[in-house]
Each structure stands twice: as C-alpha cells, then as structure tokens.
C-alpha cells in the first residue's frame, strides 16, 4: 500500500514538473512570438524611413523653395528610425505620425509641380511608398495578434499563474494615434 502511494506521489509530481514546464514554455513562446512581430514593424517603419530621402531629393529638384518641407520631413525621417532602432510601442507610434504629417505636407507640395507628378522616379518611389504602406499596416497587425495571444494566456488560469518564473507580462498593443488609423490619402 504504501508502495502504491508513493507511486502516486510520484506520478503527481513528475506531472506539476511537467505541467510547470509546459507552461512556461508556452508563455515565453508567445512572449517571443510578440517580440518578433514587433521586430517586424521595426523593419518596415525603418524600410520607410529609408524611402524618405530618395522621395525628398526627388521633391527637392522641382520645388527648390520650399526647404521647411524637406527639413520637417528629414526630421520625422530621423525621429522614426531612432523609434525603429528601439523606441516603446507608443515611442514609435508617435514618431510614425509625425512622419505621416510631414510626408503629407511633402505630396501638398508635389501636387503643384505637374512635371514632378508625370516623373517615373517620382512615381516609383510613391508605388514603393505605397507597398510599404501596405506592410507595416499588416506587421502592425500581425503584432497585434501576437500580443492578443500573449495577453490572453497572462490574463487567463492556469497560465497566469507562470507569468512571474516566466517573467512574462501582457504588452500594449500598437495604436495609431488619433487622426493616423490609416495613411494618408494622396491624389495627382
């Protein structure tokens, strides 16, 4: 009898040891998995910071004037590649807005040199623009589910209760800021 009882004092905790691990593993799983795809929008916010300078010296040969524009732009330029380079989920959000603002001055300005429009460069650089657009609107998705994955096994028993020897917590989500939920729209 006694026998029996140490077996199955055995057999439960040999499953709490594999219970515990189980959990942990996926916790840092998911924890990892948001991480990622937040590398993702980093890539993509840097993919656009890196389009902002051809775009502008483009600009810059038609509308030579017009230099608070192309200094706005290079600083939002460079205020979304230090966000990228590891800035808070809102650090990089801001900076994308500020961004998205002085692009949309930059094409206001475009929109009156018709030579600047019918240009092939022009045109490329705003179809690239547009294609990153398109990106890091679904990395800002996919990041999004990750941490509503993630969120959802903190929040929830018996995953919870790893969250501290997994050193694991829910994260924010990625918001656009008021006003920025979708990229500017821009016609010529």
């Known amino acids: 009898m006694a026998l029996i009882i140490l077996i199955i004092v055995v057999v439960l905790v040999v499953a709490l040891i594999g219970f515990g691990i189980v959990g942990f593993n996926k916790l840092r799983r998911a924890d990892i998995a948001a991480q990622e795809a937040l590398g993702g929008i980093d890539v993509q916010l840097t993919r656009r910071a890196d389009l902002i300078p051809n775009l502008v010296n483009t600009v810059k040969g038609y509308a030579t004037h017009e230099r608070e524009v192309f200094e706005e732009v290079t600083a939002a330029r460079a205020g979304l590649r230090q966000a990228a380079q590891g800035g808070s989920v809102e650090q990089k959000s801001a900076a994308e807005a500020r961004l998205d603002g002085a692009?949309?001055?930059?094409?206001?300005?475009?929109?009156?040199?018709?030579?600047?429009?019918?240009?092939?460069?022009?045109?490329?650089?705003?179809?690239?623009?547009?294609?990153?657009?398109?990106?890091?609107?679904?990395?800002?998705?996919?990041?999004?589910?990750?941490?509503?994955?993630?969120?959802?096994?903190?929040?929830?028993?018996?995953?919870?209760?790893?969250?501290?020897?997994?050193?694991?917590?829910?994260?924010?989500?990625?918001?656009?800021?008021?006003?920025?939920?979708?990229?500017?729209?821009?016609?010529?």
């Open 103 to 188: 692009l949309g001055r930059l094409f206001a300005v475009a929109e009156n040199y018709p030579d600047l429009k019918a240009s092939a460069n022009f045109t490329q650089l705003q179809s690239e623009l547009s294609d990153t657009e398109n990106k890091l609107s679904f990395a800002r998705q996919f990041y999004n589910d990750a941490v509503a994955r993630l969120n959802n096994l903190v929040h929830t028993i018996p995953w919870m209760f790893f969250t501290g020897w997994a050193g694991v917590k829910a994260r924010e989500f990625y918001r656009a800021p008021e006003g920025h939920a979708e990229p500017p729209q821009v016609q010529f």
